[in-house]
């Protein structure tokens, strides 16, 4: 089985959002969304991380979706062993985590889905 792990803040899921997750599901046969801890979401217009995940939850698109660590982003890489790490266009694997990965486990950047953004869909409240 093939396992492929995404991840994000997801504050308001947007049609980018849903286009990321669509593409990293096709990657593979079991997709894991990691929702930042709320000690990494320090947006102005940050929801807790209970209520993203069962947003994401109801999208349907992940087999499961999961908080992730307040202090050890690797921690959910070892649990869930991915083949594939699915990465927005604006996201970077945080220093010292691609050496960790080693070549069994293959990263891979999506580009931008036209022009959504959080922040822009927050700020129109």
């Known amino acids: 089985m093939k396992t492929v792990l995404t991840g994000g803040k997801f504050n308001k899921i947007h049609p980018g959002h849903v286009w990321l997750l669509k593409k990293a599901r096709a990657m593979g046969d079991r997709l894991v969304v990691v929702i930042a801890n709320d000690a990494h979401n320090k947006r102005p217009y940050a929801v807790p991380a209970k209520q993203r995940k069962k947003n994401m939850e109801k999208l349907k698109i992940a087999d499961q979706a999961v908080v992730g660590d ?3 982003y690797f921690k959910v890489v070892k649990r869930f062993k991915p083949s594939v790490i699915v990465l927005g266009y604006d996201q970077e694997l945080p220093p010292g985590v691609k ?9 891979v950047k999506c580009k931008k889905y036209r022009n959504y953004s959080s922040k822009k869909l927050a700020s129109k409240k």
């Open 70 to 72: 307040p202090q050890d």
């Open 99 to 107: 050496e960790k990965l080693g070549k069994k486990i293959q990263v």
